[in-house]
């Protein structure tokens, strides 16, 4: 069965740092674009991150030059990096996962493109 579990979150004070994690397990997932999405209250799921296989990255412009995504293929897990944090990085974040085999470089950044997810964590970042 194919687990995705996400820690790592909690309260911090805005300009601090956190740093996500996703174990998955079930299957290698050493072919497989991961991704971080994150959803605000009465808001939808936003693309924050993601990496494929080869360690091709993509960031949302929202969170460029502050978060960072890398992953360890041998421990199936994957991070995200989250520094200077906002008041408005609040939110529940999710890590996601969708076999894209021989296309290395495709990064998908809508949900649609992702076959498994966590079940989030929750990032609040107070002013």
């Known amino acids: 069965q194919v687990q995705l579990v996400e820690s790592g979150g909690g309260l911090v004070q805005a300009g601090g740092s956190l740093r996500l994690s996703c174990a998955a397990s079930?299957?290698?997932?050493?072919?497989?674009?991961m991704g971080w999405f994150r959803q605000a209250p009465g808001k939808e799921r936003e693309f924050v991150a993601g990496i494929t296989w080869i360690g091709g990255t993509r960031i949302a412009d929202s969170v460029k030059g502050r978060f960072a995504i890398s992953r360890d293929n041998a421990k199936n897990t994957v991070y995200l990096q989250m520094n200077s944090l906002k008041p408005e990085d609040t939110a529940v974040y999710y890590c996601?996962?969708?076999?894209?085999?021989?296309?290395?470089?495709?990064?998908?950044?809508?949900?649609?493109?992702?076959?498994?997810w966590g079940q989030g964590t929750q990032v609040t970042v107070s002013s």
């Open positions: 996601a996962a969708v076999d894209i085999r021989d296309n290395f470089l495709l990064i998908p950044a809508t949900t649609r493109g992702y076959d498994y």
């Open positions: 079930g299957r290698s997932f050493s072919r497989d674009a």
